[in-house]
């Protein structure tokens, strides 16, 4: 295949680099996946189009793209884009294979002029030449075909190049076989469609689909407002085309309409559009390919309805920087500007081009709503373009509103609560979200400019925020109060007036308390039952109310809605202040306690409340943290410590897990409570990936590696681990104590239907505990079907029972790495194993792997006590053969194929190449066979079809042979077992073929046979 674009040098270049510099691959992968993921993750279409109206732009010429989804004729689906323009250059190719470094550079014979008729004059708008990297979220072969010729990316590919550079072994290993697609191309094969330059071809990946699909149907011709090289697009799926396309009007661009058509339906849309040049000083800090894009184009969009109204277009909108990013917009109309994005190439970064260009669209939107027709406005639509400064989405939106709305205020006309003949101007006034006279009038004094409760109405906000008039919600308000001075009756009139207040947005509200400090919000307050020593908490740091301030049932009942909490001994164990300083303990003992402070007495403190409370073990899992005292002179987290004397303390390493002091006074019930051990401990989790336990992962991934190939990823159920089991060295010790754990410890999890073992069964059964040995790896005891190829497991049968050594076949080949181990042993001559189980074993193993990548042994077994090497044996697939093969044989279980692909062995009958050679001295119906009436009963046939030939002797592959199957007539060597195996396998019955060879041995036999056939056994 020729390589127009030199594809060779380009990977053999980057292949170099990535060998002579591994980082410079990591750094590859880490951007192109940071593309895929984060600033293209969503962008396919639009960069298809982008990419489209530049190739446009860059040959003179109205731009024409055609999306089709169709299917790939293997099941899959394919999107194809094609485009007219400038096709595909080397310079193209090699943008396409660099990161940031774009082949779309303005050129001074394109920048500024159209090429739509009556078109604006725009600008390329690519920026880096890393919007390709779109497609890898839908595909992992992309390819590129041009009138110039073609180019292709394949992830495979690519990492069969990468596999044979060593130094990056372990890093496509971590990243689990990721690499950077489009740093490799290779040249493609294909041509555009006629009409069209250049043509992107997708592969869908599986999982993309629906994703495309809905990207395709959603696409609607506002786009092409964003990229006016394009003049039409044709959106083709299920082989349904529908044309998108833009038609402007007008010479004024304060005064454009543009008809967008999508199909049958065309829109008509308001247009102001401001062109110029950006100073050059204005870039002076921007990147180097970017300061020679002075030029800019700001276009301002509303739909009109059939009336000629403006249609406010649904909030929130995002900026258009040309096409979509991620800034929000609260102005309901589209803004397309060629603001400076970031690196994600989703958010506009600040400074002196994106507040130049912030100045120009405020003049455009300003002009928009100017050269509105006066009774354009008549049904309110007008206002509802106002900008909404109140509810700015972001730094640029707010930006843009304040800069719209300054000339709009400026009168003092709004009342001001509480003060009847002041008035003020609507930039100083504020209204309460949701006002009622009682907040109005507590928090008059505190927020200046409020407005009377009556003017909270939802239907004036929209106005009110336009004009400049601060909309307080509640949590504004609350924010307001934060730091104020009052007495605690005015946060009792307060909590009282804000009772029934959405939670949410009190969250953040103020708490006078006993101490004199304020806690800043109510979370975790304590409110004071009556009799509470509040001075008496002293040492855990504790946040109590004043009691003043909480005084009405009405403050309370606030105050308890959000968070707050009465103080029993279960709410100050709640304190989230108590559990800080509980966790934060044992660090606190290392680094030294603050002057005043006393571990002992926090560790006090805190048991007294677990015994208060009466904590059941387990119930506060965070009380593990406790600093508690060590028999050693120490200090240690209370989970990390064993009750002294305790049969769990016997079983693990020395020093693994510290001893409590005995001088702790305390229950035992108390201290279990806290964590202290007195056994193995249990864990949960919602996911395995939340279990801090050893071997978690790897668990989840064996148990996953039990469910049905092709299985959809299933939703794990909550489960439950036990910890410190790698730190146990007498396991005899440890199993009964492991025995005895609840029942929730053992049991199976359910994963998508199917039961797999739970994670202690799992670690156990995969670690040796048992004599040295692994659970998994030996036998049940009172197994015969694994006697030979596996040893007996040796423990209490209570033990036993929980650990489940395999007992039978199924039992092996539930897990992947136990029907490995178990091909491995059927090739170990020391071993033996049955006949009933070696004549299906190897097509059970077959079934069991397939679709895992199984390196073939070296040895395999093909008798009960004989193992040859597997280069001397084949699998016999046609028994008439097995007189001719001379080499030894593998039982089948009657599935040759798959036993011989997974011992990588050839078929019999790719070995013996023969045909009959001798010449029948008889032939014969097989209905007139003596014994075929017995024969076809036994077939469940009213009588034999066919004909048989007698060879005295018959002979194939210059041998004897007792029998050889033709497509018409049968041969064999006149014997009852050559007949039998004839008719057999001729019928499609061969496990019947000794009662068929029976019935030609005794023909005068019959009518007895028969009778004996008529027996139910």
Same mark, same amino acid.
């Given at each position: ?46 960069? $298809? ?56 550079? @303005? ?106 699909? =809905? %990207?395709?149907?959603? $696409? ?64 002076? @800090? ?80 300003? =002009?928009?709503?100017?050269? !509105? ?36 205020? +400026? ?88 009772? +029934? ?53 009405? =403050? ?38 603050? =002057? ?10 805190? $048991? ?7 904590? %059941? #073990? ?24 064993? $009750? ?160 489940? #050594? ?12 136990? %029907? ?110 003596? +014994?075929?009436?017995?024969?076809? %009963? ?57 009662? !068929? ?21």
């Amino acid at each position: 295949m020729s390589d127009p674009f030199a594809t060779a040098g380009l990977r053999r270049r980057v292949l170099a680099a990535w060998t002579d510099a591994p980082a410079r691959f990591r750094e590859d992968a880490n951007a192109e996946e940071d593309l895929v993921r984060g600033g293209y993750r969503d962008r396919l279409v639009v960069e $298809l189009a982008q990419n489209a109206a530049d190739a446009a732009l860059r040959a003179g010429v109205p731009g024409r793209l055609r999306l089709e989804l169709a299917d790939d004729g293997a099941g899959g689906e394919v999107l194809r884009a094609a485009n007219t323009g400038a096709p595909l250059d080397a310079a193209g190719v090699e943008g396409l294979a660099s990161l940031r470094a774009s082949a779309k550079r @303005d050129d001074v014979r394109t920048v500024g002029r159209s090429v739509v008729a009556d078109g604006p004059t725009i600008q390329t708008t690519g920026r880096f030449g890393v919007g390709f990297a779109a497609v890898l979220a839908v595909c992992d072969e992309p390819e590129v075909h041009s009138t110039t010729g073609g180019v292709a990316f394949n992830a495979a590919r690519t990492r069969a190049e990468v596999a044979g550079v060593p130094a990056l072994a372990a890093e496509v290993a971590r990243r689990e076989g990721g690499v950077p697609v489009l740093r490799l191309p290779w040249p493609a094969a294909g041509a555009p469609p006629e009409g069209f330059a250049t043509e992107v071809v997708l592969p869908l990946r599986m999982g993309s689909r629906a994703a495309v699909r =809905a %990207a395709l149907e959603g $696409l609607g011709p506002e786009l092409l407002l964003a990229l006016p090289g394009l003049a039409t697009v044709e959106v083709v799926v299920d082989g349904a085309p529908r044309g998108l396309a833009v038609r402007e009007r007008g010479a004024d661009p304060s005064h454009l309409e543009a008809d967008l058509t999508d199909g049958e339906r065309t829109t008509t849309w308001r247009l102001v559009r401001r062109t110029g040049e950006l100073p050059e000083e204005l870039l002076a @800090d921007r990147p180097v390919e970017e300061r020679s894009r002075r030029g800019y184009t700001v276009t301002w969009a509303v739909p009109l309805d059939d009336d000629g109204w403006p249609s406010p277009l649904p909030l929130p909108q995002r900026v258009h920087a040309p096409t979509p990013s991620d800034e929000p917009l609260t102005l309901p109309a589209r803004l397309i500007a060629p603001f400076p994005l970031g690196p994600d190439r989703r958010h506009v970064l600040p400074g002196p081009v994106t507040d130049a260009l912030v100045d120009v669209a405020a003049d455009a939107y300003a =002009a928009l709503l100017a050269g !509105l027709p006066p009774e354009a406005g008549g049904d309110a639509s007008v206002l509802a373009l106002v900008p909404r400064v109140g509810l700015a989405g972001a730094e640029l939106d707010a930006a843009l509103g304040t800069a719209v709305l300054d000339r709009l205020r +400026g009168a003092a006309w709004l009342p001001v609560a509480g003060r009847a003949r002041e008035r003020q101007s609507p930039d100083r006034a504020a209204v309460l979200a949701e006002a009622t006279d009682a907040r109005v009038a507590v928090l008059a004094d505190v927020v200046p400019g409020l407005l009377p409760a009556g003017w909270s109405r939802r239907s004036d906000a929209p106005a009110l925020a336009a004009l400049g008039v601060r909309r307080i919600g509640t949590a504004e308000a609350v924010e307001a109060v934060r730091g104020v001075t009052r007495p605690a009756s005015w946060w009792a009139r307060l909590y009282t007036a804000l009772d +029934g207040a959405d939670r949410e947005e009190l969250a953040a509200l103020p708490v006078p308390l006993a101490d004199g400090r304020t806690a800043h919000g109510p979370a975790g307050v304590l409110l004071p039952d009556a009799g509470l020593p509040v001075q008496a908490l002293g040492p855990l740091g504790l946040r109590v109310a004043d009691p003043a301030a909480v005084e009405p049932a009405s =403050a309370r009942r606030l105050l308890e809605r959000l968070g707050a909490r009465p103080a029993t001994a279960a709410g100050v164990l709640a304190d989230p202040a108590v559990r800080a300083a509980v966790e934060a303990s044992v660090d606190a003992v290392e680094d030294g306690w603050d =002057a005043g402070t006393d571990p002992a007495a926090l560790a006090t403190a805190v $048991l007294a409340l677990v015994a208060a409370a009466g904590t %059941a #073990p387990g119930e506060l899992p965070w009380l593990a943290e406790l600093a508690l005292p060590d028999a050693d002179g120490g200090w240690a987290p209370a989970g990390e410590l064993v $009750l002294p004397a305790s049969p769990f303390a016997a079983v693990l390493a020395d020093g693994a897990l510290g001893t409590l002091d005995p001088a702790v006074a305390a229950e035992p019930e108390t201290l279990r409570a806290v964590g202290v051990l007195d056994g193995f401990a249990l864990v949960s989790a919602e996911d395995p990936d939340d279990l801090d336990v050893d071997g978690a992962r790897e668990w989840a991934d064996a148990a996953l590696d039990r469910l049905p190939p092709g299985a959809p990823l299933p939703s794990w159920p909550p489960v439950t681990a036990v910890r410190d089991l790698e730190l146990v060295v007498d396991w005899p010790g440890a199993l009964p104590l492991l025995a005895a754990l609840p029942a929730q410890a053992w049991t199976d999890v359910v994963l998508g239907g199917v039961a797999v073992p739970g994670y202690l069964r799992w670690w156990l059964s995969t670690s040796p505990v048992l004599d040295g040995r692994r659970p998994d790896r030996v036998r049940h005891p009172d197994s015969t079907e694994l006697q030979g190829l596996y040893g007996a497991a040796r423990a209490e049968a209570a033990v036993l029972a929980l650990l489940r #050594p395999p007992a039978t076949v199924d039992d092996v080949l539930a897990d992947v790495d136990g %029907a490995l181990d178990l091909l491995d042993r059927l090739g170990d001559p020391r071993r033996t194993a049955s006949p009933a189980v070696l004549r299906t074993v190897y097509a059970r193993l077959a079934h069991a792997l397939d679709g895992v990548d199984v390196d073939p042994p070296d040895r395999v077994r093909v008798a009960a006590d004989r193992v040859v090497p597997a280069d001397d044996a084949v699998v016999l697939d046609a028994p008439w053969l097995q007189p001719l093969v001379g080499r030894p044989l593998v039982p089948a279980g009657g599935a040759p194929g798959p036993v011989a692909d997974l011992l990588d062995l050839p078929l019999a009958g790719e070995v013996v190449r023969a045909t009959v050679e001798s010449h029948p001295v008889r032939r014969l119906a097989w209905a007139d066979v003596p +014994g075929a009436g017995l024969a076809a %009963a036994r077939l469940g046939r009213a009588a034999l079809e066919g004909w048989v030939a007698v060879h005295e002797p018959l002979r194939a592959g210059g041998r004897a042979v007792p029998w050889w199957p033709g497509t018409d007539v049968d041969h064999v060597d006149g014997t009852p077992a050559a007949l039998g195996r004839a008719l057999a396998w001729r019928a499609g019955a061969w496990p019947l073929r000794q009662a !068929l060879a029976e019935a030609f041995a005794d023909p005068e036999r019959t009518e007895m046979l028969a009778a004996e056939d008529g027996i139910a056994s």
